[in-house]
């Protein structure tokens, strides 16, 4: 796959500019870059989801991309069905490669002939992900992958990269994880592309040595071009100097200009905080909840937990056992079928799922979705 001269912006704001780069034969890269600078929209323009403003992306003919989407949608009634879309249509029949994969990603064989809708958010996106797997592309696009994984099935998913036969570009924040399973490294670095062999921890070397290069050149050129600059304003009107002013002028002319590179900017935020003058929060008692209609399996059985101001919990467990559903009954956003739960009337929650997208305006901007 050769990407050449890739340019895009929006509402008059170039993202990236003229950004080429091939992935060759075998290659894996972990792709880097500050975020916003558009690398999700790289895979977009990659699979035909965006445009373009300039440039052209060329692939051999009948070479296959696999890339993660993050919408949830199922058409099977169930999990092996399900991943079963994946599969290419020789491999119909391959029942052992879905299981394989689902497996390594966490799954059981209960789950296999359960619901995709019954899987909590995470497991979903699981599922998806096992469905690019099965396909066996000849490159994949992997977009934060790791964000909805467990520590056993990222060991497992490390594995399964290492072996991959193909190419594949990876995106996440996790570097340990990239670093581990990449052979090279490219990244969007000042709306340009450059990739290189090697880690992202020798990327960003290579990128920091540089650019202290370029500082350093570019002070020496401009205390140069002062001396030259203050050799022809003190002697150039001087007859018995104006040959050797005008050697400076000509020197002077040919005195490299380089631009000063401009300081990145930091995103520097605070949250603010609702005051609260009680101390208890939520006292929740003897909760229980199953989702319906088979009230089975159960999800939380016999809960009592106090929430006092200023605590600050963490919510451990397998994937799949409860700990979003616990989230969504201490956020008022489901109820428990027995028991209940005492919230403080000062009290105001803030609450942040695995799934969002129906949360957000399809058309708003951030700031106004924010606002």
Known sequence: MRVDGLSIGYQGTNLFENVSFALQKGERCGFVGRNGSGKTTVF??????????????????????????????????????????????????????????LFGLGFTDEDLYASPDKFSGGYQLRLHLAKVLVSEPDCLLLDEPSNYLDIVSIRWFTKFLQQWKGEFILIT?????????????????????????????????????????HERTALSLDKKRSQVQSFIDRFGAKASKAVQA????????????????????????????????????????????????????????DLS???????????????????????????????????NIKFSENLSIGYFGQTNFDRLHPVHTIVEDIG
Do not use: C, W
Request: no cysteine; glycine share 6%; charged share 30%.
């Open 44 to 101: 977009k323009l990659i699979v035909g989801q965006e445009t373009a403003d300039a440039g052209s992306i060329v692939m051999q003919k009948d070479y296959t991309i696999g890339m993660l989407d993050q919408h949830i949608r199922f058409t099977k009634p169930t999990l092996i069905e399900e991943a079963a879309l994946g599969l290419r249509p020789q491999d119909q029949d391959h029942l052992y490669k879905i299981e394989k994969i």
């Open 246 to 301: 005008e050697s400076r002028r000509k020197m002077l002319d040919r005195i490299p200009v380089l631009e000063k590179l401009k300081n990145l900017y930091q995103l520097d935020f605070g949250f603010n905080v609702a005051p609260f003058p009680g101390r208890m929060m939520e006292d929740a008692k003897e909760m229980f909840f199953a989702y319906p209609p088979a009230k089975d399996p159960i999800i939380v059985n």
């Open 305 to 339: 937990l106090e929430i006092e101001k200023g605590e600050r919990i963490a919510i451990i467990g397998k994937n799949g056992r409860g700990k979003s559903t616990i989230l969504k009954l201490l956020a008022k956003e489901t109820t428990p079928d027995s028991g």
């Open 173 to 213: 924040h996790d570097r340990d994880f990239m670093d581990s399973v990449s052979t090279h490294t490219m990244g969007i670095h000042r709306q340009k592309m450059r990739k290189m062999k090697g880690s992202s921890v020798e990327f960003f070397e290579k990128i920091m040595e540089e650019e202290e290069i």
